[in-house]
């Protein structure tokens, strides 16, 4: 793909190497034009495969892939580890934490969204999430921890360690819910002498009333029915009222109760980052409630056609529904984003974005998925088959996708989960004296 003459000095600054970012840096890596991508970390992270890291199902290197390595054959793009404090609209530069200034002809804003706790900050401390390595990590030895708490107390304080609460029951609450019950049904099961694994109790909280609330309601249903019949106690309807030390006290129909727990998995609210927040107020730019920020209909901020905003950060209606911050959202919008730039060098005109949707899917457990894809749905053994495909497919670097094959098959095969280390202390972890 070749551009006119005299784009090859024209740069293109992405903040963000995930899905929208890398996708959109590897589109205009065949192009004339001089690339930067900026990420605080090296490496592209394959976020739908996470919480298996967080359960022990997989390494942290089987989801993550070097940027160097995956844009290294375009000569043309250059990948900054860096912090972006700030972004100059109308002087058009990126102020990086370092105090380092880039100019941009064309800049892609790609940079994800953040846990957020509805105004209680605090709950961030006391509670696992699960967005960065570093969390995945934390939860691991949360978990893990736990286990080996209880194995260590007195029976009368055991249960609070067994028992596992998650709040929210989106797909990475689902994914995270149903891992826990395979690890205390069958991985972890004659590993402990105090205590059977599968006493545990793993909770799961919803505020609306059903799990996967963006689902179908038929799906919903059979992802909750799977779920119970993992032992997953599933409660919709439920609001989180107050996260303390070993406990969390929860609103539902019109009660409260408080579960004894050490072990609180966030898996609920979304918001922008702060970086965002900063350049909607600077160009003056509508954002929803999570802060999206509102896109055109080429997904440019509103009034700087060289400023794009893609992936999870931009709110954009398709047919008067707000398009989902999900994976293949992101690729597409990167894709877009990149030929919209080429195409604009060319001097042609541009077509809005649309996305193509092609479904969505949640896996439960051994042999139990949830698969949504045009006007077909349905779950089962051949969803679940089908999510082990299409992860596979979508992993950025052939080595990955050899080396979570090997693992899934050891798993499948074992019932057993190799990367069970407790490496770090679990953010807010209580440790016994």
Known sequence: MNTRPGTKDHHVIIIGGGFGGLYAAKVLGRAGVRVTLIDKRNFHLFQ???????????????????????????????????????????????????????????????????????????????????????????IRSKIFGA????????PAARAAWLRFVIVGAGP??????????????????????AFESNQAEIILLEGSDRVLPPYPQGLSRRARRSLQKLGVDVRTGARVQQIDAGKVIVEQEEQTSTIETHTVLWAA?????PLCDELARAAGAEQDRQGRITVDDHLNLVGHEQIYVIGDIAHRQQDNIPLPGIAPVAMQQGRFVAGAIIQRLKGRSLRPFRYVDKGQMAVIGRHAAVVETGPLRFGGYLAWLTWLLVHIAYLIEFDNKLRVLAEWGWNYLTRKKGARLITRPGKGEEQLD
């Not at 580890?81 to 972004?87: F, K, M, P, Q």
């Not at 100019?103 to 846990?115: C, K």
């Not at 286990?147 to 007195?154: D, K, L, N, P, R």
């Not at 609450?173 to 049904?185: D, K, M, P, Q, S």
């Open 48 to 138: 739908p495969l996470l919480y298996q890291v967080a359960t022990g199902g997989l390494s942290p290197g089987d989801v993550a892939a070097p940027l160097r390595a995956v844009l290294k054959r375009h000569k043309n793009t250059r990948v900054l580890a860096a912090t972006v404090e700030s972004i100059d609209v109308e002087g058009r530069r990126v102020l990086l934490s370092d105090d380092r200034s880039l100019p941009f002809d064309d800049l892609i804003v790609a940079t994800g969204m953040r846990y957020h706790y509805y105004g209680n900050d605090s709950w961030e401390h006391s509670t696992g999430s699960l967005k960065t390595v570093e969390d995945a990590l934390d």
């Open 147 to 154: 286990f080996e708490q209880a194995e260590a107390v007195e």
């Open 269 to 273: 609210g979304m918001r922008v980052t």
């Open 172 to 193: 990475t609450g689902v994914e995270l819910a149903g891992a826990i019950a395979e690890l205390t049904n069958s991985t972890l099961r004659g590993e402990f002498r």
